[in-house]
């Protein structure tokens, strides 16, 4: 997954999530990026800071709260199946197929045994597990 800092015409900064770089482009072109806070479709990716390693002391931000958590997961849900094609059991056969270049490549999810994930991961086709759908508050512990 990449992770894109993105903002609308109206200066409303969002993140967004995508299986490979050409996805943002692809969705963009197709027009199905909008901005969160006002529904904007004027999107484009935002000026960002690459990520070096200093030698200075790094000061973390506290960790979210497990209320934050649980929001932060259901927002890669919903892009992922907003965004994604859903393939249902074929999930390996067909990012298998993405990887090698025998399929059309785009971002997808489905089903995929605990078998067929690790030959994914041992054959360098990438893969990532897809947040569980949050439980509702009153079946919290």
């Not at 892009?79 to 056969?93: L, R, S, T």
């Amino acid at each position: 997954m990449i992770k894109y800092a993105l903002i609308c015409e109206h200066d409303h900064e969002f993140e967004g999530w995508f299986g490979v770089s050409a996805d943002y482009d692809d969705q963009h072109a197709r027009g199905l990026l909008d901005c969160p806070t006002c529904g904007s479709k004027a999107v484009r990716k935002a000026i960002m800071a690459p990520a070096v390693a200093g030698t200075k002391a790094q000061h973390f931000a506290p960790a979210p709260s497990p209320e934050a958590m649980r929001e932060m997961a259901l927002q890669v849900r919903r892009q992922v199946e907003d965004n994604f094609d859903y393939v249902g059991e074929a999930f390996a056969k067909e990012a298998r197929a993405i990887h090698e270049g025998k399929a059309e490549e785009r971002g997808i999810y489905g089903e995929a045994t605990a078998a067929e994930v690790k030959a994914l991961i041992e054959d360098g086709v990438p893969v990532a597990a897809l947040p569980p759908k949050p439980k509702a508050k009153g079946e919290l512990n």
